[in-house]
């Protein structure tokens, strides 16, 4: 039961460095975007941003979850 749990915390802690990378790449994305004046550019980065908020809330939301599912 204890490599359950340590797989669990394991994949919280990817999912959720993964969302943050996503919604970092997305600020710069946006960042770029206004600062060019690219309005392609600001929308692929806000969208960028709020799916990396997704996967992250998933991340401390959800994952956890699971653990009760083998217990």
């Given at each position: 039961?204890?490599?359950?749990?340590?797989a669990i915390t394991i994949l919280q802690t990817l999912v959720v460095a993964l969302g943050?990378?996503?919604?970092?790449?997305?600020?710069?994305?946006l960042l770029e975007?206004?600062?060019?004046?690219?309005?392609?550019?600001?929308?692929q980065g806000i969208k960028q941003l709020m799916a990396g908020g997704g996967v992250a809330l998933i991340g401390?939301?959800?994952v956890p979850l699971l653990a009760n599912l083998f217990s």
């Open positions: 039961m204890a490599f359950f749990t340590s943050a990378g996503l919604a970092v790449w997305g600020v710069i994305n975007g206004y600062g060019n004046d690219n309005p392609g550019a600001k929308s401390t939301q959800l």
